[in-house]
């Protein structure tokens, strides 16, 4: 720095107080990496897991705890479960990393792959309505047991 002419007027190497802050900044700096690194990572790990089939027929079990034949529900309802649905796996218990949110589209998309599914093993079928938001009857009962 000592050879250029405008930084070596703010900037002084052998002063502590600009160490000090050189290295504040850069330890911020990593660990701003490290988290948003985590999160990315997490997010990750969330969307893999939605790819598996006996994850998506548990998440709908959930969604329909206690539902009975004959119980309907709407798709939207269905992709916002999804979106705010706790990804356990991938929480962690540090106050600094958040919980994983799904993005609302993808989950809307990964909803109708679930239901398409459903209706194809005949778990739940279409019901016909005239609005905008599908809704869907439940053909068998809610098997899953919480505890």
Known sequence: MPEHLILSQFINTNNSIFNTFWII?????????????????????????LKIEPNQFEMFCF????????????????????QRYDYKKYKNNFILFSPVLIESDIA???AELI??????????????TETINDEYELLIESTITIG
């Open 108 to 110: 809307y998309e990964i």
């Open 115 to 128: 239901i398409k599914k459903l209706i194809r093993k005949e778990f739940i079928k279409k019901v016909e």
């Open 25 to 49: 900044s850069v330890i911020i700096t990593a660990i701003i990496w490290l988290y948003y690194k985590h999160k990315e990572r997490k997010v990750e790990n969330a969307y893999q897991n």
């Open 63 to 82: 969604f329909i705890y206690g539902g009975k034949i004959g119980y309907t529900f709407k798709k939207l309802n269905f992709a916002n479960f999804i």
